[in-house]
Nanobody, 122 residues
């Protein structure tokens, strides 16, 4: 069982930045594929970004590419999502997802955090 805890959400104005953090338990964190998803009110949960265990390869959704950066610190069992140039449409609950098996092609992992709210005002 992997415990996942997100933090760092908040209320900001459009154009501001936020950094989300995700802590995941386990002694083999360096082999986890990690991803961020988000869910806005009345919408389905959508993919935001992923960072793989192998060479830390990253993938982003088109809606955040160039504005968001995902990174990881394997020594601390942490993944981060740096969000710059935030827009009102980025408002959502952001969830961290863990694929502890590090599967390829990447899949949605079995473990989720409780989510952290990000609200961007115009």
């Amino acid at each position: 069982q992997v415990q996942v805890v997100e933090s760092g959400g908040g209320l900001v104005q459009a154009g501001a930045s936020l950094r989300l953090s995700c802590a995941a338990s386990g002694r083999t964190f360096s082999s986890y594929n990690m991803a961020w998803y988000r869910q806005a009110p009345g919408k389905e949960r959508e993919f935001v970004a992923r960072i793989g265990w192998s060479v830390g390869s990253t993938v982003y959704s088109d809606s955040v590419k160039g504005r968001f950066t995902v990174s990881r610190d394997n020594a601390k069992n942490m993944v981060y999502l740096q969000m710059d140039s935030l827009k009102p449409e980025d408002t959502a609950i952001y969830y961290c997802n863990v694929d502890a098996a590090g599967r390829w092609p990447p899949v949605i992992g079995d473990y989720w955090g409780q989510g952290t709210q990000v609200t961007v005002s115009s």
